[in-house]
């Protein structure tokens, strides 16, 4: 069964650092637009990085912190979180939208989804 598999979540403090990646199980794909989304108990699922060809789209939870980047070997794509704070604790999903279409920070415009992995910050 085609899926996403995302990597790299755990405990880090207030401050540090976390790369997560997320890597193609069944079968390759196309790849026209990749995300990532984070949820947190009780809230809704939010955008937080986009890329698509050359374009890179972050969230305002994102914005001068994390950094998204396309790879070139068996992940297809990686969130450098830096700075992480409390607020960040949250499962932190994976999505492709294989092509043209959508919109990159609605998860309507996402085809496939990875099961999540969760990040969580300590004060």
């Known amino acids: 069964q085609a899926q996403l598999v995302e990597s790299g979540g755990g405990l880090v403090q207030a401050g540090g650092s976390l790369t997560l990646s997320c890597a193609a199980s069944?079968?390759?794909?196309?790849?026209?637009?990749l995300g990532w989304f984070r949820q947190a108990p009780g809230k809704e699922r939010e955008f937080i990085a986009a890329v698509s060809g050359g374009a890179k789209y972050y969230g305002d939870p994102a914005l001068g912190r994390f950094t998204i980047f396309r790879d070139n070997g068996p992940n297809l794509v990686s969130l450098q979180m830096n700075t992480l704070k409390p607020e960040d604790t949250a499962t932190y999903y994976c999505a492709l939208r294989e092509y043209y279409g959508g919109r990159y920070y609605d998860i309507s415009g996402y085809d496939f989804w990875g099961q999540g992995t969760q990040v969580t910050v300590s004060s």
């Open positions: 069944g079968r390759t794909f196309t790849g026209y637009r």
